[in-house]
Each structure stands twice: as structure tokens, then as C-alpha cells.
């Protein structure tokens, strides 16, 4: 089954202590993306990768690192998370960047809810 | 001003009604513009997509852009309680970027 998958979905940490959400897709994306959802604000780009090895900057980029040494994955790390990170995590994928041959269909994964005490 | 405003709700109808949900935009340089549907507790998945001026439909679902006025609706005939979720209008930023609406939360009546 075609999927993008995020782990953990659920997380409750403290102030500072480094931690991972990985998300892996098995469609073979060139594109992979990284958004956070909060109340009024809606969907937020974190980064994106056009490919492997190329990262860049969304619109909230503060606080957050990623990488993409492979193909199928693209964890986000948050390496001294703060309470104004608690939030709603999506990862996303798509074959290609957005033009002709991709008219904006993401796929995304279920999400990963993280509270930062 | 954010680059996407779009109406946040709540919004609440009884069954069968017409929905009309709406975006406006500030930057011409957005060329696809798509209706995100995301139920309560799962991603984003996409409804409909349209490219240019003037309306698509797809079964209840008819899709509409006006750019001269940057202005996008997504309207739903005949709604139904299946119907009841949040709506996302979402636009592409060259070959890199979609962005996103706040999202309008819509709950049909049964």
C-alpha cells in the first residue's frame, strides 16, 4: 500500500530534551516536505527536499533540522525543542516539484502530535 | 497579511444544503489552485485541482477560480454528513512550494 508513514504519532516531552519524527514514503517521491499545523494558522511549511541531499527552508524553519540521505526518508529533528513547538506534525511526499507534470497533489501521513512541557 | 486568507468557521449546515467555502490570495505569481478535505484526526488528502480562470467540476463538487479578482470557492451541492471535515485551499509557489489556507472547519447536520 502506497503510504507515508510518521513515527511516533504521539509524543509528550520536556523542554530541551532532543528527539526525532521520522517519516519514511514508498512511492518513490523525489519531493518530501515537512509542515506544522496549529488553530487558525493552518498548515505551515517547516522544509522541504526536492531530492536527496537538497533541503531547504519553508516559511518556519526556526528551531528545526532535517535531512535527506536517502530516497524514501526525511526525519525532522528538533535538537532543544520549547514549548512553542508543541504542535501538529505532518510529513508530506510527492513525485516531483510542483509545475506541468504535477499539479499540487501531496500525499501526506497521519501526523504526529507533539506536546513540549 | 498572510499570502492565502481563508475563512476559519466553524461552519455548520443541515444536510442537503449548498456550501459555499472561499479563499483569497495576494500573490499572482500562484498558478495550480487545489480544495485540500482532511477528516478529524488523518492527513490532508486532495478533493480537486483547477489551473485557470472559470469553474470544474467533479460529481457535487464544482471548483472555482477567478484570478482577476484572486479569489478561489469550492462549492458542495447536495452535502452530506460524510461531508464534514476541514476544508484546505492550498496554491503552488513555483516548482517548490504549496501554500496553504488556514482551513475551514465544516460539520453537515444530518
Known sequence: ?????????????????????????NMN???????????????????????????????????YKVSRKEKRNFPLILESPSPNQTSLYFC???????GTMNTGELFFGEGSRLTVL | QKEVEQD?????????????LNCTYSNSAF?????YRQ?????????????????????????QVDKSSKYISLFIRDSQPSDSATYLCAM???????????????????
Open chain 1, 1 to 25: 500500500e502506497a503510504q507515508v508513514t510518521q513515527n511516533p504519532r504521539y509524543l509528550i516531552t520536556v523542554t530541551g530534551k532532543k528527539l526525532t519524527v521520522t517519516c519514511s514514503q
Open chain 1, 29 to 63: 517521491h523525489e519531493y518530501m516536505s515537512w509542515y506544522r499545523q496549529d488553530p487558525g494558522l493552518g498548515l505551515r511549511q517547516i522544509y522541504y527536499s526536492m531530492n536527496v541531499e537538497v533541503t531547504d527552508k519553508g516559511d518556519v524553519p526556526e528551531g
Open chain 1, 92 to 98: 508530506a511526499s510527492t513525485s516531483m516539484g510542483f
Open chain 2, 8 to 20: 476559519p468557521g466553524p461552519l455548520s449546515v443541515p444536510e442537503g444544503a449548498i456550501v459555499s
Open chain 2, 31 to 35: 498558478q495550480y489552485f487545489m480544495w
Open chain 2, 39 to 63: 477528516y478529524s484526526r488523518k492527513g490532508p488528502e486532495l478533493l480537486m485541482y483547477t489551473y485557470s480562470s472559470g469553474n470544474k467540476e467533479d460529481g457535487r463538487f464544482t471548483a
Open chain 2, 92 to 110: 503552488t509557489q513555483g516548482a517548490q512550494k504549496l501554500v496553504f489556507g488556514q482551513g475551514t472547519r465544516l460539520t453537515i447536520n444530518p
